[in-house]
């Protein structure tokens, strides 16, 4: 998919049950399969927040 491209709600399910790790962030959709292993607080404080809004996770 390339950027800046509109998604819709079940094109964003569906990579959900592909395996994606899918979080919102700003109105836009971040991919975030190949941060999990480098997220300093762990993979669990970003797959809590699969297929949600995470803008306030991410800016707090």
């Known amino acids: 998919m390339g950027r800046d491209q509109v998604l819709t709600e079940e094109v964003v399910d569906a990579m959900i049950a ?35 809004d995470a803008t306030n996770e991410i800016t707090a």
């Open 18 to 52: 592909n395996g994606d790790t899918i979080v919102i962030f700003q109105d836009y959709v971040l991919r975030l399969n190949s941060w999990l292993a480098l997220h300093p607080g762990g993979s669990l404080a970003i797959l809590h927040m699969v297929g949600r």
